[in-house]
Structure formats: C-alpha cells, structure tokens
C-alpha cells in the first residue's frame, strides 16, 4: 500500500497494517483531539474540571495540579499562569510539552502556592485545579504516557466499511503488539517538512546550503507572502532585501536574516541566533529520518520489529516497561537470553539515532541501516558538528515498536459538521515519546496529509 509522498520525504515508507483506511480528517474541531497525560503512579490528568469543593490531600512544599489548556503553547500558559498568580515561573513546573492544537490536560507542580489562588485563577482557554500536595516536583521521567480522544471527522465511507476497516487494523496492531515507533510529522513539519533537511547539510559541513534551504526553500503549503519572500531570496541571494521582504511572522528566518546583512557569509553565525535548542533540533531531525528509514526497510523486509535479530540493539525496560538509558546488542551467545527478556517485557527490540557515540546495528538490521547511510553519504562520526559543538548529536537508541494499550474504536455516527459524512471517535494510550498521529495513519491511511489535519 503506497504512502503519501510527504510521508516519503520523512522516512515514512510503509504501513503496519494491511487493512484499507478510512479516510477523513482530524482537528477540525479544536476538541476533536483530547490528550490527557499518565502518570507511572496511574494519575491521570482529565480534561473534565472536578465540580465538587477541592479537599486537601497529601503533604510537601509542592501543590500538584492540573492545568487543562486548549489553543495554547506549554510555555506560553505556564508563563501565564505564574504571571497571573503573580509568582517566578521558576516555581512552576511541568512534565511533558502538549500539542497547541488540541485540548490537553497535564500535571503540573506549584511551589509554595495556595490552593484557593489557583482556584480563583480565570484565565481565557486554561484552567489550573489543584490535585494533592508533594514532597517532589513534577518532572518528566514521571511521566507513563498519554491518553488520546480522537475524533475522525468528513468520512466519505458506509458505516459498515468504517467498522470493518477498523475492526481489520485494530487486530493487526493487536497482533504486532502495537505500531511503529515512527518520528511522526510533527517533528519534521508536515507545512514545510525540512527540519531534517537542514540538519543533513550541518552534518556534511554545508553550512551555506542548510541556511538556504531553511531561509529560501519555498513550499506550495505555507502562506503566499512567505513563499514570495523565500522564491525572491533564493533567486537574488540578497539578504538585506530578504529582510524588508520576510513577513514578520517568520521570525526565526528574520533573525537569522538580521545577521547575514552585517556578515553575508557568516552562515554559522546566522545560525547562533537561533535558539541552541532549535540549533540541535535540526540536526537531531537528521537522526530521526534516518531512525524513519530504518525501520521502514525492517518491515518492507519482512522482519518484525519484536523479535530480535542478531546483531539487534536492545534496550532494557523499567518496572513501567518504559525504556531505560541501559541498552545490549543481540549475540550469538545471548540470542536465547534475549529473546526471553523481550517475552517477558524486559527489553525491547531498538535501532540507533546514530551518532558518533552509537554505530548502526549489526547483522541483518545493521546491513540495511549502513546502506542507507552510504546512499545518504553520510558517517556516524560526522553528527559530531565541530563547528557548532552544541548542535552534536551524539546517538542512542530508540525502540523499534510502539505499544498501544487500550486501544478503542468508541463510536460512528452521523458528522453533524460536514453533511452527508461520518464521524469516528478513538481512544489509545501510548508511553511517552510517542506519536498518536502514527497510530491514526495506520486507521486513516491518508493521501493528502495536509487537507487530513496532519
């Protein structure tokens, strides 16, 4: 079954499952994507605000709340937040980024605050209530996962096709113990899909040409002014245009833009007043599509991604059955031992984010992977970026499969919002790190990413 090509400009080559998709849409209602983050303790944050008195529970300088936000960045509500308690937003912590477009619900900790403050907090699209007092703040290796809501709206298939396609992919995945563990389109940018484009060019030294690509590399999806602006750059080369040009909203690319008038070939330089972040991000984009295309070749292969090969890398799991930074690789010798610790939910079958610290696999996976490495011209060493230190990638592994507990196709009805269409809601919880968008690919299987809500 073919992908869609912005798929393939991702790694993305394959589906898991053989069972035709649905179709539709996601997010075209603000609600239509619900998140709600799981703790390993088992809290769970819901998005439904408790409507009875808080009664005081627990105790420690922390106050654990949750904070339910729609339409807004995590960074961008915590800062609120601790601008309307009047507070540090050193004093507010969180443990996972939720997704802007969605309505999300996640555990956040409040220093030395007090309860009756947050609950008279009244701020546009966010809620803050108080959960119990911790002797610990919240921080991210508490997290277990998130619980996904979806709903799959503009449907143009019977109801009877809907279920039976539904019901064929939720027993494939069932049956493969769950989904690819793909880097999912966000991470790249399903607009303009290049993040990994960028960090390519770093890693070969092409500094010049991996500003030019995030600057002047034009793409038929965005807005018409900043694609104008970019067509204009790449066929002059003249940056101080550019920046009269460059609409105000890229403000990344107008940073960098600023520099590059001063200094015309301090292309390092231009990237320096970017985030280190971001700086890191492109060339961590890099490993992913690289992680992308390996696995798309295990499955194009026939090799299932929970049963180890020797040669294999293999990362041991916690009491959670989350990944751990410990890993092994798959021997003759081990083979055996292996193989019972991954039916045991001891281990997990990985393949690297190669780096100068982590070469491909060996054996058959790591045949595969260092053939594309050399179709991509490109070394393990060279993620060491010397001329930009901070933006190294120094390697690890990531599991192969993705687990999708509690998988639930929840209803199909009648889409009030688009006539004549169907509407499907589905529900999932996957470990952190995850994305739920690659488990809605595999129900969906869409051709146009864009026009799907990817």
Known sequence: MQVPALENEIG???????????????????????????????????????????????????????????RWDTFLAVRQVASSLRISQ????????????????????????????????????????????????????????????????????????????????????????????????????TIRPNTHEIGKHLTLGDTKKAAMVFLAEPSIHEHPEARQARQQLQDT???????????????YERLMLRHLTRYPNDFVGSFRTLPRRLRKLFVQGYQSYLFNRFISERLRNGIPLNEPQIGDYLIKLDEHELPTEDYDQATVTNIQTIERAVQEN????????????????????????????????????????PFMPE????????????????LQQEEISEDKENEGKQTM???FTLNRGAYATVVLREFMKPQNLIEAGY
Request: net charge neutral.
């Open 12 to 70: 993305i080559e394959t589906y898991a499952t053989q069972s035709g998709g649905v179709g539709g849409k996601i997010r075209q209602l603000l609600d239509d994507f619900v998140v709600e983050e799981l703790l390993v303790n088992g809290s769970l944050a819901s998005v439904n605000v408790p409507v009875d008195g808080w009664v005081p529970a627990g105790e420690g300088a922390y106050l654990v709340c949750i904070l339910v936000k729609r």
């Open 90 to 189: 050193k004093r507010i912590m969180f443990a996972g980024i939720k997704d802007t477009k969605a309505l999300t619900a996640q555990h956040i900790s409040l220093q030395s605050v007090s309860p009756s403050n947050v609950l008279d907090l009244q701020i546009k699209d966010i809620t803050v209530y108080p959960k119990h007092y911790s002797k610990e703040r919240v921080y991210s290796q508490l997290i277990k996962g998130n619980r996904f809501h979806i709903t799959v709206r503009n449907i143009d298939q019977p109801v009877s096709v809907i279920e039976e396609r539904t019901t064929g992919v939720k027993e494939e995945i069932e049956k493969r113990g769950g989904v690819p563990n793909f880097f999912g389109h966000q991470r790249f940018g």
């Open 237 to 251: 080369m003249d940056f101080e245009e550019a920046l009269e040009r460059f609409p105000r909203f890229l403000r």
């Open 346 to 385: 001891k281990m997990c079958v990985a393949a690297p984010l190669v780096g100068p610290n982590l070469p491909p696999s060996k054996g058959i996976q790591g045949e595969m992977e260092e053939k594309i490495l050399e179709a991509e011209n490109v070394s393990p060493e060279q993620f060491k970026i």
């Open 391 to 406: 933006a190294t990638a120094e390697g690890r592994v990531r599991a192969m499969l993705n687990p999708v507990w509690n």
């Open 425 to 427: 809601k589905v529900a």
